[in-house]
């Protein structure tokens, strides 16, 4: 049971727009702490995609975007392609654990 | 561009003492901002922080709550690289181990942006 909750999968077909949600609580995202987000391809260790809730590390296509808002946060992939085919992950701050948490991930299939 | 080269045993013994190391190139362990941490990746696929060390003027360490008791996390600033020990484990801790670099000077920032290549430890006997 993960402290964040994400969808188990989404899919959708090339060039369409694609959004994974990642529902916390006051304890972790309504309290202000940053969502990140992470890819991961298969037999590889997670990549991060999106830092500080909306932020993009040099060379992430700038089709990948984020966005917070109260106890959630969403990524959006627009026009999504079929290398986005992968696991993803949010992750954040949990004060009643006193540490880091992620969601349980959530698998983009590109049809 | 910094890189972290994991190494140490994928079978471990129930009760016994699970060790790995990652040695770091392109950062050094004693950096001012950075941290060290240590992740894994259960079977199902969720991933779960463990404990990280670093250093700002004196070393720390901070651990997961379900883990504490049981971990250390340790830098060796000799080799510019930091294990971790968990100990007492069971067959619920076969999981592929991940290290990583943390950085976000405080914890409401505070994000992995460098990962090793993960180490498969089974528990078995």
């Known amino acids: 049971q993960s402290v964040l909750t994400q969808p188990p999968s989404v899919s959708g077909a090339p060039g369409q727009r694609v959004t994974i949600s990642c529902t916390g609580s006051?304890?972790?995202?309504?309290?202000?702490?940053?969502v990140h987000w992470y890819q991961q391809l298969p037999g590889t260790a997670p990549k991060v995609l999106i830092y500080?809730?909306?932020n993009r590390p040099s060379g992430v296509p700038d089709r990948f975007s984020g966005s917070e808002s109260g106890t959630s946060a969403s990524l959006a992939i627009t026009g999504v392609q079929a290398e986005d085919e992968a696991d993803y992950y949010c992750?954040?701050?949990?004060?009643?654990?006193?540490?880091?948490?992620f969601g349980g991930g959530t698998k983009l299939t590109v049809l | 561009q910094v890189q972290l080269q994991q190494s140490g045993p994928g079978l471990v013994k129930p009760s016994q003492t699970l060790s790995l190391t990652c040695a770091i190139s392109?950062?050094?362990?004693?950096?001012?901002?950075?941290?060290w941490n240590w992740i894994r990746q259960s079977p199902s696929g969720g991933l779960q922080w463990l404990g990280r060390t670093y250093y700002r003027s004196k070393w720390y360490n901070e651990y997961a709550v379900f883990v504490k008791g049981r971990i250390t996390v340790d830098p060796d600033t000799s080799k510019n690289q930091f294990s971790l020990h968990l100990n007492s484990v069971t067959p619920e801790d076969t999981a592929v181990y991940y290290c990583?670099?943390?950085?976000?000077?405080?914890?409401?920032?505070?994000?992995?942006?460098?990962w090793g290549q993960g180490t498969l430890v089974t528990v078995s006997s």
């Open positions: 500080d809730n909306n």
């Open positions: 392109g950062d050094s362990v004693s950096s001012n901002s950075p941290a």
């Open positions: 992750q954040s701050y949990d004060t009643s654990l006193s540490g880091w948490v």
């Open positions: 006051s304890s972790n995202i309504g309290a202000g702490f940053h």
């Open positions: 990583a670099r943390g950085i976000g000077h405080i914890h409401a920032t505070y994000y992995f942006d460098s």
